[in-house]
């Protein structure tokens, strides 16, 4: 319901205003209390690289983690990650995720980054307690915290802001539009990557671009276009985009259905959206929480981060330049 309004001007906004100015309010007084040192935030001896975000869901952020990850271990680099675990429901926190995590454990996110990248990954609502677990663990040059701009009681080095292409709807705080801060929080951040090609000065353009169809059963991978008979579904922060993404590669589902972010699936009602001959294509996100009940015909859709080159150096180079400064000081 909230997600329908939020881009958008009506009668509900005048039952949910009073609502906004108290998360607004809540929100603008923790960060004055950091920001004036009231509240000290904690700081560690290597750098944080927070990826996150001024409104909630469906801009692209996790896909990023993913992508950074990615790059510096191809360069060498030891990257470690933490996040809130959204989702999750542990009756321990922190946790470092291994083979036998679950995503109603850890959270839909934390495990596909795992997943994809086998980077240490750990999970609490206190993420400095997630960064300390992991370095007690594990060598690490750098952590990446998915999500957690608001979360200001960890010390950060780099702030990169996620913005979808529809930008910030209406500019309301929750509940009554999607905004966890107001958009004059963009000015103070170390750069703005938007989701899309529409960009203001100074922004980034990403794109996500679809890669392999893969198997949930047995990992089997193939070009989208050769799947037929497809029932698609959703259930992330916008999920409109994933459908989009299919029709743009040649796929024009049967049907096209949308559950809330990071729903809880059961075998019974997937298993009851399609009939034998068909296929269910889900996001990465969705599989993650399915594999254990997967099959034969259902498949997710890999996608990946395409930046231009010179945006990719102008990122890596920042973050490359934070790993030696740390490593210089140590020396000292």
């Avoid at 960060?31 to 692209?60: A, D, E, M, W």
């Avoid at 010390?155 to 930008?167: F, G, K, N, P």
């Avoid at 047995?218 to 409109?240: F, H, Q, S």
Wanted: a positive charge; proline letters at 4%; aromatic letters at 10%.
């Amino acid at each position: 319901m909230f997600s329908r309004i939020w881009y958008s001007i009506s009668l509900y906004h005048l039952l949910l205003l009073p609502f906004s100015l108290v998360y607004g309010l809540i929100s603008s007084v923790i960060r004055f209390s950091y920001h004036c040192g009231l509240f000290k935030s904690n700081k560690f001896p290597l750098p944080i690289v927070v990826i996150g975000n001024l409104t909630v869901g469906g801009n692209g952020k996790t896909p990023m983690v993913i992508w950074l990850v990615e790059r510096l271990q191809h360069r060498g680099w030891l990257v470690g990650v933490v996040s809130r675990g959204y989702g999750g429901r542990s009756k321990r926190y922190p946790i470092i995720l291994n083979e036998l995590s679950n995503s109603d454990e850890c959270g839909d996110e934390p495990l596909l980054i795992w997943q994809r990248t086998r980077a240490p990954v750990a999970v609490s609502p206190n993420r400095s307690d997630a960064v300390a677990a992991l370095l007690r663990q594990f060598e690490l040059d750098i952590i990446i915290s998915d999500d957690g701009l608001q979360h200001y009681a960890l010390a950060r080095d780099i702030e990169w802001v996620m913005v979808a292409q529809r930008r910030f709807g209406n500019g309301l705080w929750l509940p009554a539009g999607p905004m966890r801060e107001r958009a004059t929080r963009l000015s103070s951040v170390h750069e703005i990557i938007v989701n899309g090609e529409k960009i203001k000065s100074g922004e980034i353009s990403m794109k996500l671009y679809p890669s392999m169809a893969v198997n949930l059963l047995n990992g089997e991978r193939c070009e989208l276009k050769t799947l037929r008979k497809v029932i698609a579904m959703a259930g992330i922060g916008y999920p409109e985009q994933f459908f989009s993404t299919l029709h743009s590669s040649g796929i024009i589902p049967i049907k096209e259905i949308i559950f809330t972010d990071h729903a809880l699936y059961c075998e019974k009602i997937l298993s009851s959206l399609v009939m034998y001959d068909q296929i269910l294509l889900m996001t990465e996100k969705d599989a993650v929480k399915c594999r254990k009940f997967a099959h034969f015909n259902w498949w997710y859709l890999q996608v990946d981060v395409f930046l231009s080159q010179d945006a990719e150096n102008k990122l890596l180079l920042r973050v490359e330049n934070n790993i030696y400064k740390y490593r210089i000081a140590a020396l000292k």
